[in-house]
T-cell receptor
Framework: DGGITQSPKYLFRKEGQNVTLSCEQN?????MYWYRQDPGQGLRLIYY???????QKGDIAEGYSVSREKKESFPLTVTSAQKNPTAFYLC?????????????FGEGSWLTVV | AQKITQTQPGMFVQEKEAVTLDCTYDTSDPSYGLFWYKQPSSGEMIFLIY??????QNATEGRYSLNFQKARKSANLVISASQLGDSAMYFC??????????????FGQGTRLTINP
């Protein structure tokens, strides 16, 4: 089935460690996004990429890094510089052709710092 | 400035009643898109409905319809004949710059809808 796969679903990190969240899509979408969601809050954009080998910072990029070496993959690294990384992380993708194309989301990854 | 405003933190509705979730937006871009997503307790974001700024008619998708009032910058979601499974968080979102630009999606704070039997 086509879709967006995020892994792991749950991740625990010790303070000072970097962790990488995986996002893979087989929808042939050009653009991919990473959002962060804190409890009871809306989604905030971390990074986005419209084409391979190119990405831009979103509203809360500090403490995060990404890469886009393949069209299908957009991994997010939460670095030790991110002071409050405990949150729910959502990856999304969409085609860049057309006007009304929809953004689709993966099932999310829960990151907890212990 | 807040680009998407959802003024109802929570709503309680009886099963089978219709419900309207409010959303107002702010943009100076003539080309934009408005989305509604449903987020159940599992966390996934489920796309419900889309309205383009140039669309002449209100969008509909099954029991969901979008009451688009462009002059008032309002894009309320209407759910007809609510069901227990409709209980979830609902987010309104906007994408600016549909022709050019980053086309980022900006979300409101959400409304938690609870359907009572």
């Amino acid at each position: 089935d086509g879709g967006i796969t995020q892994s792991p679903k749950y991740l625990f990190r010790k303070e000072g460690q970097n962790v990488t969240l995986s996002c893979e899509q087989n929808l042939n979408h050009d653009a991919m996004y990473w959002y962060r969601q804190d409890p009871g809050q809306g989604l905030r954009l971390i990074y986005y990429s419209q084409i391979v080998n190119d990405f831009q910072k979103g509203d809360i990029a500090e403490g995060y890094s990404v890469s886009r070496e393949k069209k299908e993959s957009f991994p997010l690294t939460v670095t030790s510089a991110q002071k409050n990384p405990t949150a729910f992380y959502l990856c999304a993708s969409r085609t860049t052709g057309g006007i009304g194309n929809t953004i689709y989301f993966g099932e999310g990854s829960w990151l907890t710092v212990v | 400035a807040q680009k998407i405003t959802q003024t109802q933190p929570g709503m309680f509705v009886q099963e089978k009643e219709a419900v309207t979730l409010d959303c107002t937006y702010d943009t100076s871009d003539p080309s934009y898109g408005l989305f509604w997503y449903k987020q159940p307790s599992s966390g996934e974001m489920i796309f419900l409905i889309y309205q383009g700024s140039y669309d002449q008619q209100n969008a509909t998708e099954g029991r969901y319809s979008l009451n688009f009032q462009k002059a008032r910058k309002s894009a309320n979601l209407v759910i007809s004949a609510s069901q227990l499974g409709d209980s979830a968080m609902y987010f309104c979102a906007m994408r600016e710059g549909l022709i050019q630009g980053a086309q980022k999606l900006v979300f409101g704070q959400g409304t938690r809808l609870t359907i009572n039997p």
